[in-house]
């Protein structure tokens, strides 16, 4: 036979499990018979691009002449002779630019402070290699 007091932890054991005690039940998850959709994705607003200013070269240089420099113009075109610019010469851009007679002319200001208008085709935005002599 089963002493009395084992019996009774046993039915004090029994009884707490069925929810007087510290056992819980989990219930089971069931499989959902339709399926669950994804919602679909939100476009996110991207604010437009910052435009950017590219700055207009510093200066230039009398360029693409043979070795012959250029003429510094008072006008675009055929103007007045100002001076004689010679090849590699720096040249600093004063803004203005005309098309006269298919070529685009700018005005800019050489080392001596004269001011006149050259044509661009006869520009560099880089200074020409410097050739070193062979021995």
Known sequence: MIPRCVAVVVLAVALGGCGGGGFAI?????????PTEDPAPTRTPRPPPTPSHTPAPVAYYVANTGGDGAVLRASPGRGDRVTSLAEGQRVIPQGEQQDVDGKRWLRVQDPSGKIGWIATELLAATPAPTRTPRR
């Open 26 to 34: 989990t219930p089971r998850a069931e499989l959902a018979l339709t």
